[in-house]
């Protein structure tokens, strides 16, 4: 009664979450979409098994509207310049568009498809250049593109009825044009990327022609029934296509009868942080300009993004009436169930998005060039691995995990899934690991969402958990536990060993004003002085955390980097350029000293070389050594010697990422036997 009580009350809450929306004559059973997002799990007109899984895991989860990811519609341009990415120019797509819709179908949940030509950003993947509106070349690729002709624009319409043709033949229920992100549509739309002369140019009419062209064309290849919307996004470089003339141009579409649904995002190619944002950004980031569109826009439904992780945000959003429905696609990246979870009750055991961008963006953990996710590792493997296949063991073992980070707390989550006995040994006072550090850094706090999660399941699940409880190898054997998984981490290497002069040793690296980032983040009253000098050997986001910690302490900061630029690997995730803006904004000095290398260090200064050149001397009050760490094994080393088997997982095994640590633990603990 009491689960049932609460099931009604989040219902009421949720009241316009869980109400259906029409579209067209089509019928979506809530509110909650997914907008397309590349998964790079196809291979071109093959829809493969893992795509279909994945979808199928967020359709059995609840959500109302998957759309598919960008589908080529000409062979001219690829998805990111990938050969393989979805192809719906190619009549072999049929098969597994109707395979993938007699696995979700049952669910109820409804299927679009996004057709997609990438303009000048993304030729053919074969050496060829790309095709573009005008002679602009893209900030992504650096080519030069050729022009498109009329016949080569005739072409292109025809190419995009030809693709909703195979859409209908498939099965699915309607139809999503591309003209956001600056791909070829938005091109046309925009004057900044528009500067033809001819009736594809000049005024908004002509730069919209193209777009109402496919559109008719579409909508001559579905018929009547299926809906056909279109998905617009105002752009961020200057000149660039603005709110109120894409207000001016959906308007017509509807006058016209050309749309029956409208999708708004913002950001492109020369602002593409704003359309992915992070952890920074709080949820409807986008609202201030998609809602402009959506005020205007009021007479089809309308649908926004940006960054929404609770069902509770969805609402708020629908009851403001700035929407009628909204996309959750990280948050349904990391929980694909977190429509049924929350309509259900269990809101505490949904897996939280923490914005880190990661494993879906930046793809950066080298498991492989797919999308993948920090806190889900069965993300693209949902066909082998969902957790709906963990089966219950029918031989319960004991159990033992040793250290409480997030690669140990989700080893002894699925472990303890598997129906096995788990008691955990974490020997600080509180669990989290490197987590509890990084979240001091600003605009960072929201990392530690996946602790707090997976200790909530933890509890739920039954786990035995041991804080301020170190072990050695004598306690261990005297545990006699059948499995050991050992998650212990690392600890930073201050040996001033650096990974691009390995035969060289930084001289200096013992006084006491150098720190690594733990000792910086874990002391918050230490005195750093004016100046900060940052040494990174990595690359990855702590080198950003730690600019920011330092200039928020009121310090002046140079990086110095092997790099040819300041986190590149962190880059990829969207991130580094918004705390580059935060960096301007607090007023410190920063600066970035590339493909540069630590040399020595003194009381109140350091000694970097660049390229051969003669030591510079900069003032340095505070250096911060980012280094690769040193894995933690001493324990594993010790049981192996004893002839006891362990696991070893995450940084105790090899220091890298959150990503490859919680996987990890999430294999290590189901894999027990």
Same mark, same amino acid.
């Given at each position: 009664?009491?689960?049932?009580? =609460? ?18 004559? =089509? ?50 341009? #690829? ?112 004057? =900044? ?41 105002? *752009? ?151 957790? *709906? ?27 303890? =899934? ?33 602790? #707090? ?221």
């Amino acid at each position: 009664m009491k689960n049932d009580s =609460m099931r009604s009350r989040i219902i009421m809450e949720l009241e316009r979450t869980f109400e259906p929306i029409t579209i067209r004559n =089509m019928i979506v059973p809530n509110r909650v979409a997914m907008a397309a997002h590349e998964t790079r799990f196809a291979n071109g007109p093959v829809i493969t098994d893992a795509l279909v899984a994945y979808h199928t895991e967020r359709a059995k989860g609840g959500v109302g509207l998957i759309i598919l990811e960008a589908a080529t519609v000409h062979p001219s341009s #690829t998805v990111s310049n990938n050969p393989s990415c979805l192809a719906a120019y190619d009549d072999r797509i049929i098969e597994g568009y109707q395979r993938l819709m007699a696995a979700v179908r049952p669910h109820g949940t409804r299927v679009f498809q996004q057709l997609w030509h990438g303009g000048h950003h993304f030729g053919p993947g074969d050496g060829r250049p790309p095709r573009g509106v005008s002679a602009v070349t893209s900030p992504i690729i650096g080519v030069p593109p050729v022009p498109l002709d009329r016949e080569d624009i005739a072409e292109l319409v025809a190419a995009y009825a030809g693709a909703a043709r195979r859409v209908v033949a498939g099965g699915l229920d309607g139809v999503e044009i591309a003209a956001a992100h600056s791909y070829l549509i938005q091109q046309f739309l925009s004057p =900044m990327t528009n500067t033809r002369d001819d009736e594809y140019g000049g005024s908004l009419e002509n730069r919209s022609r193209f777009l109402v062209e496919v559109l008719r064309a579409v909508r001559d290849a579905v018929g009547t029934d299926m809906p056909v919307g279109v998905r617009v996004g105002a *752009g961020a470089g200057d000149g660039a296509v603005r709110e109120f003339e894409l207000s001016e141009v959906a308007n017509r579409l509807v006058d016209d009868g050309l749309i029956d649904f409208l999708n708004v995002s913002q950001g492109d190619f020369f602002g593409p942080h704003i359309a992915i944002g992070g952890m920074e950004n709080g949820a409807g980031y986008q609202l201030p300009s998609s809602g402009q569109i959506t005020a205007a826009v009021t007479r089809v439904p309308r649908l926004v993004t940006g960054r929404f992780r609770a069902l509770d945000e969805v609402e708020e959003v629908l009851r403001s009436g700035a929407a009628d429905m909204v996309s959750m696609v990280r948050a349904h990246i990391a929980a694909p169930d977190i429509v049924e979870k929350t309509r259900t009750g269990r809101l505490s055991e949904i897996r939280p998005c923490i914005g880190c961008n990661q494993g879906c963006l930046g793809v950066i953990s080298g498991i492989d060039s797919r999308t993948g996710c920090v806190v889900n590792p069965v993300v693209g493997f949902e066909d082998l691995l969902s957790e *709906g296949q963990i089966g219950r063991t029918t031989n319960p073992r004991n159990v033992v995990v040793v250290g409480g980070g997030p690669a140990g707390l989700e080893a002894a989550r699925t472990a303890a =899934m598997r129906g096995h006995e788990v008691v955990l040994y974490e020997a600080a006072p509180y669990l989290g690991g490197a987590l509890n550090l990084a979240r001091r850094a600003p605009n960072l706090s929201g990392i530690f969402d996946v602790v #707090t999660w997976q200790v909530a399941e933890l509890d739920r699940l039954g786990v035995v958990v041991r804080k301020s409880s170190p072990v050695d190898v004598e306690g261990m054997l005297r545990l006699e536990a059948d499995s050991v998984i050992v998650a212990t981490g690392s600890i930073p290497d201050k040996s001033g060993v650096l990974i691009s002069a390995p035969g060289r040793h930084v001289a200096g690296v013992g006084e006491p004003h150098v720190v690594s980032s733990v000792e910086l983040l874990g002391d918050g009253k230490r005195d750093l002085g004016q100046t900060a000098v940052v040494y990174d050997d990595v690359g990855h986001y702590e080198s950003v955390a730690v600019v920011e910690y330092l200039l928020d302490r009121g310090l002046d900061v140079t990086v110095v980097t092997r790099f040819p630029s300041f986190a590149p690997v962190a880059d990829r995730t969207l991130r580094t350029a918004p705390a580059r803006s935060r960096y301007i904004e607090s007023g410190r000095c920063f600066d970035v000293r590339p493909h540069a290398l630590l040399t020595r260090i003194l009381p109140d200064s350091c000694f970097v070389q660049s390229f051969g050149s003669a030591d510079e001397e900069l003032a340095a009050d505070t250096v911060v050594l980012l280094t690769h760490r040193l894995a933690c094994d001493d324990l594993s080393v010790g049981l192996r010697a004893a002839g006891k088997e362990v696991i070893r997982v995450g940084d105790a095994l090899s220091p890298r990422d959150l990503q490859t640590a919680i996987r990890e633990g999430h294999l290590a603990g189901r894999g027990v036997a």
